[in-house]
């Protein structure tokens, strides 16, 4: 009976081994959704972020989860759904106790929320063009990459649409020449910006950071991503209009069988049958419940000197006590 329960333990173990795990996975559609992985997607740079800092995407409104009670960075990426007057308020305050907001857009609702927080930075509503640009016009490419730490190792970086900051300066720059409109200047295309505790980056044009741009900007990247990293990023997903995943299932993970693990796992059920048949178990069990047995009801036996002086210190008297206890051992008052 022993043998065939020492069998199944160790069966059980070596299946735990090889038995395949299924994950819940979804997926979206999305613009910028770093769950999307496709063309339009931003996974790639979400998988470049988490190198760095933990990732928490948020797919319900800022009021809802406190956002301003919270501390790390928030990450908006190309949003195109209107945001709340409590969710400014959020936003406020998660600036206001010392977080950064991290937001990149061109055309969406980003300017909705600088109004909100009384900024007069804007992101302009048209694109730009300039004199060096990849395939066409709409693809300009930048070089006057004024960080340092952004601009390590970067040759060059290729937007795609973008739009540009109004009203601010700027680390990253158009060449002098940029037309939007019909003005001709420089135009920044990233600034940083104090506020309350916090700061706030922004950047105008979230097509960089999709996946069909990745390989051209892929050293860019990695350079935002870490100089916007922190112990946690906050990523917004619940302003994109489309974000709804349209697909859920399950990722099957098949493992193959590992003979380390296998020989610990028999090598385990041997050590437990040894214990068990050598009878080993059974003694401890018995010396263990002895000694709790001898601590719990046993009392300490005192010797007749403790308990006169415990009795004297009652107020009892020593010879009388002694006397009684003479005339118990011989016997005397019971007619011995």
Do not use: C
């Not at 020989?263 to 709790?292: H, P, R, T, W």
């Amino acid at each position: 009976m022993r043998r065939a329960m020492y069998g199944i333990m160790m069966v059980i173990g070596v299946s735990l081994l090889i038995m395949p795990l299924t994950v819940p996975v979804f997926s979206t559609n999305a613009d910028f959704s770093i769950f999307n992985t496709k063309w339009n997607g931003a996974s790639s740079f979400g998988k470049v972020l988490y190198e760095n800092s933990q990732i928490i995407p948020i797919i319900s409104p800022f009021n809802s989860i406190e956002l301003g009670e919270k501390k790390g960075t928030l990450l908006i990426l190309g949003p195109d759904m209107s945001y709340s007057t409590l969710e400014i308020e959020e936003i406020k305050k998660f600036l206001e106790n010392g977080g950064t907001l991290v937001l990149i857009d061109d055309f969406g609702t980003g300017n909705q929320i600088l109004k909100g927080l009384d900024l007069t930075a804007r992101f302009s509503k048209a694109s730009f063009i300039d004199v060096f640009y990849s395939k066409n016009y709409n693809f300009p490419e930048l070089v006057r990459i004024f960080d340092p730490e952004l601009g390590a190792g970067v040759d060059k970086l290729i937007l795609n649409v973008p739009s540009v900051i109004l009203n601010a300066k700027g680390e990253i720059y158009t060449s002098k020449v940029a037309l939007l409109g019909k003005n001709q200047r420089e135009y920044p295309i990233m600034s940083e910006l104090k506020y309350g505790n916090g700061k706030i980056i922004l950047f105008s044009d979230p097509s960089v950071f999709i996946n069909d741009m990745f390989k051209q900007n892929e050293k860019f990247i990695r350079n935002f991503a870490e100089y916007i990293s922190s112990d946690v990023i906050y990523i917004d997903e619940a302003h994109h209009s489309n974000f709804n995943p349209y697909h859920m299932g399950m990722l099957v993970i098949r493992r193959s069988f590992d003979r380390v693990k296998a020989f610990y796992v028999v090598l385990g059920v041997a050590v437990i049958a040894l214990v068990i048949e050598s009878g080993f178990a059974v003694s401890l069990a018995e010396k263990s419940l002895a000694f709790l047995f001898n601590k719990l009801f046993k009392e300490e036996e005192k010797s007749l000197d403790e308990v006169i002086k415990e009795l004297k210190e009652e107020g009892y008297n020593e010879e009388v006590l002694r006397k009684i206890v003479r005339e118990i051992k011989t016997g005397k008052k019971l007619g011995g």
